[in-house]
């Protein structure tokens, strides 16, 4: 379904705006305050994201440093990553949860219909299922998964959905103690104890043997993957013989065959975005693509979503700007207001076409 086809995201914002138009004034200021902070930002900008793309290269590639001191200089930028990743969750996941619930990722919308303000949950759940589709997990009884592994876990949203909707048993991992904490009280709290189970753990180095699960699920964290052919690897080791593996995930758009990187305005863009939700570079869908298709990987499907999402971070926005969402975004600390500050920025990088909400997926031969 829709691979290829340019964004049109300009037909839903307004829906969803209209919704909460009450909001508009500390919106226009919330607009405004990105330019100055995050110039400044991306000035002072070490270790996270360098050149806003590039991220499929072999760690280290092309900075010019000798290898063992380039291998160095990565691991430690990993470690600063991934730090400021589980710090960024640890913090800002309640004032999420409060506000929108237990998953943590984009809504999927019919590109038509005006958005009301409750539809926002419903569309995170269509999400999940549109994803579980366009991959064609099989539903009958005897082909259903029976294993899951969520990788980017949040506090277990998709998880405790899919345990529930397969009778299936899930492992997720995250970065953030705060949200596997939370996912397991979460899950005990809903009956679901003996299903489920959450730890710490890197998706670049997971804590599971190979071939270990039915359906790889990675919704909306391979953004954060500093190391993409890493992150991809470790998918396809933990997937059993038949398993459809799954990632929904932001992406840069597709290069133009005459193109060799992304515009200098582009790069700048991201780079800004990656400084606020702790991302290293960005790939294009055509790049996961190629990896999966360098580890013989079948059946490999990618689409274009942002249109489906497009009344997203217009909505959680404004969520920011009730008062209750106001309240708690400054008790929750300057990573997660930076976060918040961020969202004109990804909504102008879906506007320009830079952005894509990318779903890729493939299954493992048996
Ligand atoms: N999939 C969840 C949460 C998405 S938020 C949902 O849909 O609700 C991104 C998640 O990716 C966070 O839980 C974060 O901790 C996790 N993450 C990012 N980098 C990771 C890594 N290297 N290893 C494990 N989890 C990671």
């Known amino acids: 379904m829709m691979a290829g086809t340019s964004t049109n995201t300009s037909m839903n914002v307004p829906a969803a705006s209209r919704a909460f138009s009450w909001a508009t004034p500390i919106s226009a200021l919330l607009m405004r305050l990105p330019c100055v902070l995050f110039r400044r930002q991306s000035e002072t900008r070490g270790v996270l994201a360098s050149g806003g793309e590039g991220s499929i290269k072999p760690s280290g590639m092309g900075t010019g440093r000798t290898s063992s001191t380039a291998a160095r200089a990565v691991l430690t930028e990993d470690r600063v990553l991934q730090k400021g990743i589980a710090e960024f969750y640890d913090a800002s996941s309640g004032l999420w949860e409060d506000i929108w619930g237990d998953h943590m990722h984009h809504g999927f919308y019919d590109p038509n219909a005006t958005v009301s303000v409750s539809d926002h949950r419903s569309a995170q759940i269509r999400m999940i299922e549109e994803a579980l589709q366009f991959a064609a997990v099989p539903e009958d009884q005897m082909r259903r998964p029976k ?47 003996d299903k489920v189970s ?11 043997s190979d071939a270990q699960f039915d359906l790889v699920w990675s919704m909306e964290s391979g953004e954060h993957m500093p190391d993409k052919a890493k992150f991809v690897g470790e998918l396809a080791r933990v997937a059993a013989p038949g398993a459809t593996i799954i990632i929904v995930t932001w992406c840069h758009r597709d290069l133009s065959p005459s193109e060799e990187s992304l515009r200098p305005e582009e790069k700048e863009l991201l780079n800004k975005i990656c400084g606020a939700f702790y991302l290293p570079a960005w790939c294009s869908t055509a790049d996961y693509v190629n990896l999966l298709q360098s580890l013989s990987l079948q059946d490999i499907k990618a689409s274009d979503w942002s249109e489906y999402v497009a009344p997203f971070w217009p909505a959680v926005m404004s969520s920011a700007l009730t008062w209750k969402g106001f309240i708690s975004l400054m008790r929750s600390g300057w990573k997660t207001i930076r976060g918040a500050l961020a969202m004109p920025l990804m909504m102008e990088g879906y506007k320009k076409d830079l952005i894509k909400f990318a779903i890729i997926t493939c299954r493992k031969p048996e």
């Open 147 to 193: 294993s899951v592994v969520d990788v980017g876990c949040g506090i277990g949203g998709s998880s405790r959905y899919l345990a529930r909707k397969y009778g299936a048993q899930c492992q997720g991992i995250t970065l953030s103690p705060v949200q596997a904490q939370r996912a397991q009280a979460l899950a005990a709290a809903q009956g679901l104890a």
């Open 198 to 208: 959450f730890q710490v753990a890197d998706a670049l180095n997971q804590p599971f």
